[in-house]
């Protein structure tokens, strides 16, 4: 299972980083969202891997997984989720003010680059 | 127990969402309540000093669960320091937004000034480093807030790469706070240190990286070459109060990287004992270099500003980089000056703008503006300050770092990279302060807004705190002097946590 999830990890961080390099903000945002995915498993992860073991104290236990790891995920994908929904608002007001959608909004926009603009 | 160090995290946030519903009440009633509470964190931040000048760590553990469980806040000297000059700052900030009617601008300006206390204060106090993560997204989420108040094609593109590159910093932060947790089994700085002297071998490679890794995250908040890129454009392009206020933001990045490496990578360490510090000291010195280019080849006086943070920040680096309780103590004396002079010389740069009219900041050749004298010296005091000429505090803080650079074995390069980019930063401000106040058109109209006294008052209050640095110098390297011997004796903050027993009869 260990490879496994850490082909996971790898791939999403890898995507992330990708689609985080773009030039427009669609693109990275998608990438920033994949990045949290991917660290959130990575820190889900670093509690090691368990199968079928309480987190929390129960007299019938035989052993336990690590209940600290869980709580640090819950915060961080409710943090990651707060930060993308202000950097999707935030995306969209550059978009509206700046005219286009390229992350360093410039001037003379998609007419002459078409092959960047769908990725 | 006393509640003392945990008010000056509490306070921001109940008055920030007492302040969402004072909205009702109208904008006089925002003004003076936010005005209040930061009056109030000034005269806690001063209390909490005269705690922390003992010498002693006050642990107050929240929720009453005692150390390497629970989250526990600590205050000690340094801390202390910085939450003083962070109400202090605040201050300067506010009553000059308040002065220029800027909180109208946009919504919420109150609330989020003092959440973005509440974050900071936060990351100052807390002794757990994933807590330190929680308070670092509420500093952020509030700055971004901040950063964006009011409006502008320059500031909405500012903000946008302030944003991502601080989402890909919050997602590092975690990937190495994961790392140390797999490796260590616990985030308490304490615990953390304690555990790293003990760990095995085999382990240290990864400690190591993930400890490099978490520099590297604050190293993007403090704005550590080849990190600094956002730096000047999102300081240049926001609100002057907000910039000014984030003078204090790249701080927390050194304060951190002192904090958790200092303590953790501590003299405790063994083999890991300040492996980081020559990063420190070999970046510091490059970002230095960079800073002092971008002071001369800056196009408007809030961009060579903002370089002149970059500057400080930088100096600050090699503080911490060159790593010795002199260094430190030098250190926290040039935090203390740059950090407000550096506000100051934000809102100044501000009023010259806006004196300007239609030339802006722009080093061009404009007619004389209203109050020219005055602001003409101010702005030749707070050079002189910010550019470390003497007799100002610039200057006595770059000698302390200096001289305890001298036992270092990279001295001559460390002398070499000060002093060089010292003097590119005065020529440079030389340019552009006889630009901006002596090639003027004869123009008989006034161009721009006229000296409002009241904001001037903002300016001159940071200002005058240089001089109050050099004639108080004994006293205030004193404290330093103690606050860095506390910082560096790690053994002792682990003590003083790990042994902090929760308060019996309490239930939780």
Redesign the interface.
């Known amino acids: 299972m260990e490879w496994l999830i850490a082909l996971v990890i790898g791939v999403m961080t890898t995507v992330g980083v990708y689609l985080?390099l773009r030039a427009r903000?669609f693109a990275?945002v998608l990438g920033?969202t994949l990045?949290?995915y991917?660290?959130?498993v990575?820190?889900f992860?670093?509690?090691?891997l368990t199968i079928g073991q309480p987190a929390v104290i129960d007299a019938a236990a035989i052993g336990y997984s690590d209940p600290?790891?869980q709580a640090?995920v819950l915060?961080?994908i409710v943090?990651?989720f707060?930060?993308t929904a202000?950097?999707i608002v935030?995306?969209l007001?550059?978009r509206g003010?700046?005219g286009n959608d390229h992350?360093?909004?410039l001037a003379q926009p998609s007419d002459e680059q078409p092959t960047e603009v769908k990725s | 127990m006393s509640h003392l160090t945990a008010w000056p995290v509490f306070l921001p946030l109940i008055v920030g969402f007492v302040l969402l519903f004072a909205r009702l009440g109208g904008l006089r009633l925002q003004r003076s309540l936010n005005l209040l509470a930061v009056l109030g964190l000034i005269f806690l931040s001063l209390e909490l000093m005269r705690v922390a000048v003992s010498g002693v760590h006050q642990v107050y553990l929240l929720g009453n669960w005692i150390a390497p469980y629970g989250i526990v806040l600590v205050l000690d000297q340094f801390a202390a320091l910085m939450v003083l000059i962070t109400s202090v700052l605040a201050l300067a900030a506010l009553w000059y937004a308040i002065a220029k009617n800027i909180d109208q601008q946009g919504a919420h300006f109150h609330v989020l000034f003092q959440l973005q206390l509440f974050g900071l204060n936060g990351a100052f106090l807390t002794g757990d480093v994933f807590n330190l993560f929680v308070f670092f997204e509420v500093l952020l989420l509030a700055s971004y807030g901040l950063l964006l108040h009011g409006s502008g094609r320059l500031r909405t593109k500012a903000g946008l790469h302030y944003v991502v590159i601080n989402l890909i910093g919050s997602t590092l932060f975690l990937f190495a706070v994961g790392t140390l947790y797999g490796v260590l089994g616990t985030l308490n700085i304490a615990d953390m240190a304690a555990k790293v002297a003990q760990a095995p071998a085999d382990d240290l490679g990864v400690i190591a990286a993930a400890g490099l890794l978490l520099l590297v995250v604050f190293g993007l908040k403090a704005a550590m070459f080849p990190l600094y890129l956002w730096l000047p454009a999102a300081y240049a392009n926001t609100s002057a109060p907000v910039a000014a206020l984030f003078a204090i933001m790249t701080k927390v990045g050194i304060y951190s990287i002192i904090r958790v490496h200092g303590t953790v990578f501590g003299a405790q360490a063994g083999e890991l004992a300040f492996y980081y510090a020559p990063w420190v000291l070999g970046l510091g010195l490059a970002t230095l270099l960079l800073a002092a280019l971008g002071v001369m080849a800056a196009r408007g006086l809030r961009e060579q500003v903002a370089y002149l943070v970059l500057a400080s920040v930088a100096t600050l680096l090699i503080g911490v980089g060159v790593n010795s309780p002199q260094a430190l103590s030098a250190t926290l004396y040039y935090l203390i000056h740059s950090t407000l002079i550096a506000g100051g010389m934000f809102l100044l740069a501000d009023l010259i703008a806006r004196g300007r009219g239609v030339h802006d900041d722009r080093f061009e050749s404009a007619p004389i503006m209203p109050n020219a004298i005055l602001l003409g010296s101010a702005f030749l005091f707070g050079a002189i300050a910010m550019t470390g000429m003497p007799p100002l505090s610039g200057f006595f803080g770059k000698v302390l770092i200096l001289q305890a650079a001298l036992d270092q074995s990279w001295y001559a390069a460390v002398l070499t990279v000060v002093l060089v980019s010292g003097l590119l930063m005065i020529v440079a401000m030389a340019r552009s302060g006889s630009l901006v106040f002596y090639r003027t058109q004869s123009v008989a109209v006034l161009p721009g807004d006229t000296l409002n006294s009241s904001a001037f008052m903002a300016v001159a209050g940071l200002l005058i705190i240089s001089p109050i640095l050099v004639i108080f110098a004994n006293p205030i390297t004193a404290f330093t002097d103690m606050a860095a011997l506390q910082q560096y004796d790690s053994a002792t903050y682990i003590e003083a946590v790990l042994s902090t027993t929760a308060k019996p009869g309490v239930s939780r």
């Open positions: 985080t903000t990275v920033l990045l949290a991917a660290v959130n990575f820190l992860v670093m509690g090691r600290l790891p640090l915060t961080a943090i990651a707060g930060m202000f950097l935030l995306a007001k550059a003010e700046l992350v360093d909004g």
